[in-house]
C-alpha cells in the first residue's frame, strides 16, 4: 500500500497568509501541542475520528484544479495542521514527485518534533512559517504543555540550514496570557537571533467562533487556572 496522507481539511484559493501568490492550504491531522487557544484542535482532540486519507496521486489530482492561479501568481501548495512535519516522509515524496509542476511548496510548523523530520524536508520547502508561541521557556511550556528546548534548538537549526530569507516567524499576541505585552518582547528574541521576516498577530480564541470539543475546553481551561 503506497503511503497515504490523513488530510482534516483543504482550503483553495488563500493569498496573502502563505507567503507569495494564491495558495491552498492542506491541513494534516494530528499534533504534539496542546495549545490553549488551538485554531484546530479537531486534529488532535479526538472529535474528528479520521479525515480524509490520500494517496499522493490523490492529493495532487485535487490540488491541481487551481494549477493556473498558482503558476499565475507564483504561489502553490501550503502543509499545515495540526503539525504537518508529522508526516514529512509523505510530503517530501510528495514534493519530489511533483516538483516540476512549477508550483511553491511552503509549510507552516511548530518545529516540536524530532530533528530527522526536519532534515527529510528542508532541502524541499521553499517558505517556512514558523509558529513560535512564545519566547519564554516557562510560558512556552505553560501555554503549549510542549518542550520548549526541542522547538528552540529546532528554531537555531531551521535558521542555520534554511536562511532568513525562507523563514517567517510568527510571534502571537495570546488572549489572557500576555497582558504586558510579553510579544514585544518575544519579537526581540527573535530579532536578536537573526530573522527578518516577523509577524506579529492576534489570536482568536476559536470557541467564540465555532463550537469546540469538551476536550479542548477542559485543556484551555486548565491553562486559565494556571495563570490565574
Do not use: Q
Given at each position: 500500500m503506497s503511503e497515504l496522507l490523513n488530510v482534516a481539511?483543504?482550503?483553495?484559493?488563500?493569498?496573502?497568509?502563505?507567503?507569495?501568490?494564491?495558495?491552498?492550504?492542506?491541513?494534516?491531522?494530528?499534533?504534539?501541542?496542546?495549545?490553549?487557544?488551538?485554531?484546530?484542535?479537531?486534529?488532535?482532540?479526538?472529535?474528528?475520528?479520521?479525515?480524509?486519507?490520500?494517496?499522493?496521486?490523490?492529493?495532487?489530482?485535487?490540488?491541481?484544479?487551481?494549477?493556473?492561479?498558482?503558476?499565475?501568481?507564483?504561489?502553490?501548495?501550503?502543509?499545515?495542521?495540526?503539525?504537518?512535519?508529522?508526516?514529512?516522509?509523505?510530503?517530501?515524496?510528495?514534493?519530489?514527485?511533483?516538483?516540476?509542476?512549477?508550483?511553491?511548496?511552503?509549510?507552516?510548523?511548530?518545529?516540536?518534533?524530532?530533528?530527522?523530520?526536519?532534515?527529510?524536508?528542508?532541502?524541499?520547502?521553499?517558505?517556512?512559517?514558523?509558529?513560535?508561541?512564545?519566547?519564554?521557556?516557562?510560558r512556552y511550556k505553560l501555554y503549549t504543555k510542549g518542550d520548549y528546548d526541542l522547538f528552540y534548538s529546532n528554531l537555531k537549526y531551521l535558521l542555520s540550514k534554511a536562511g532568513p530569507e525562507r523563514i517567517r516567524v510568527r510571534v502571537p499576541a495570546i488572549p489572557v496570557f500576555h497582558q504586558n505585552k510579553e510579544y514585544e518582547q518575544n519579537a526581540e528574541t527573535l530579532k536578536s537571533m537573526g530573522f527578518k521576516d516577523i509577524e506579529i498577530f492576534p489570536y482568536v480564541d476559536p470557541s467564540q467562533r465555532k463550537g469546540i470539543s469538551d476536550k479542548a475546553v477542559e485543556n484551555k481551561e486548565d491553562f486559565l487556572a494556571k495563570i490565574n
Open positions: 481539511a483543504i482550503d483553495r484559493i488563500r493569498t496573502t497568509t502563505d507567503g507569495e501568490g494564491v495558495t491552498t492550504l492542506v491541513v494534516s491531522m494530528g499534533c504534539p501541542l496542546r495549545c490553549a487557544y488551538c485554531i484546530n484542535p479537531y486534529t488532535w482532540d479526538g472529535s474528528v475520528e479520521k479525515g480524509k486519507y490520500y494517496t499522493a496521486e490523490e492529493l495532487y489530482n485535487t490540488l491541481k484544479i487551481d494549477d493556473l492561479y498558482f503558476l499565475a501568481t507564483g504561489g502553490g501548495v501550503m502543509f499545515g495542521g495540526g503539525e504537518p512535519l508529522l508526516n514529512s516522509s509523505f510530503i517530501a515524496s510528495f514534493i519530489k514527485k511533483y516538483k516540476d509542476t512549477g508550483w511553491k511548496f511552503n509549510m507552516e510548523t511548530s518545529l516540536s518534533v524530532s530533528r530527522e523530520h526536519i532534515d527529510e524536508v528542508i532541502d524541499l520547502i521553499d517558505f517556512f512559517i514558523v509558529d513560535t508561541k512564545d519566547m519564554d521557556k516557562d
